[in-house]
Structure formats: structure tokens, C-alpha cells
């Protein structure tokens, strides 16, 4: 579904970017992508981020984590068809104990934002219980450089 960029091939303001394909499935009556399924590209924005990172979510599963989703907001801007190709960005624009926000932008292929929106997710343990967020994670975040050391929030 998606084509993952290099990690040596980052926009130049810092955003992680995939791409993804618009398969026949992801459009509605109108032949445009329905409005829904930009949540899924937002995951696998999201998904391809955290793994680039070093940490997929196979692995925060198997470690114990979860992140799940508390807030997820969008807003559109254009519409692509079947068998475009659209650039996918994420970034961590927020990080606190126990939460994150990633903000996205999806963009066609001449560079037009379609959408953009946020998603923010809790960190839980196995238990379903808010937990810290991992340290190497967030350390992993602060090196890539998406929050600075100075504003960790409580």
C-alpha cells in the first residue's frame, strides 16, 4: 500500500513522509478518495514514522505499549482520485508523560495539501492503563529533532 521513502530523503522542514497508493476500495461513488479513509493514511503516516524511529507498534505491543488514539481531527482541503499517488506526512508535534500528537498533511503529487489533521494518543500498558511513555521513544523523538528537549510538558 505504501512506498516508503529513505530515511536520508526527509522533506527539508523535518516531517517523516511515505507514500501511498489510492487503491479502487479507497473511493466512494464520486470516484474521489472517501473522507474516512484519510484516517487509515494517517495511521500509516503514523505507522511508518514510529517505525523509522525504530519502534513499530509489533514492537511496543511485544514490549507491553500501546498507543492509542484519544483525539483525531481533519480537515479538507482537495480531493484525488483512484490510482494517484499521495505523499503521506507525520510529524510529533506534542509530547507529555503519557500522551502525543501527530499532526499530518496529505499532499497529491504536485505538492497540493488535501488534508491535514492531528491525532493524539495515550500511552497504555497491557492492562489498559495510562503509563509513561517509554524514555527511549521519547529520546528517539527529541533526536529526530520534532520536540525540543526544553519543552516536555508534565
Sequence with gaps: ????????????????????????????????????????????????FMRDLGFSYARLEA???????????AKYHGNVGYDALVRARSNVTELSKVRMRFEYRILDEEGR??????????CLNEQQKPVRIPAAIEQAIRDRGSIPHSDREN
Excluded at 63 to 73: H, N, P, R
Excluded at 113 to 122: E, I, N, Q
Design 63 to 73: 514490549d507491553g505499549y500501546s498507543l492509542v488514539v484519544i483525539e483525531a481531527a
Design 1 to 48: 500500500m505504501n512506498q516508503k521513502l529513505h530515511s536520508n530523503e526527509l522533506p527539508p522542514d523535518g516531517w517523516h513522509e511515505c507514500r501511498i497508493r489510492v487503491r479502487y476500495k479507497d473511493t466512494d461513488r464520486m470516484g474521489v478518495v472517501y473522507y474516512g479513509n484519510y484516517l487509515t493514511f494517517f495511521e500509516v503516516a503514523r505507522a511508518e
Design 113 to 122: 495539501l488535501l488534508v491535514s489533521g492531528h491525532t493524539t494518543h495515550a
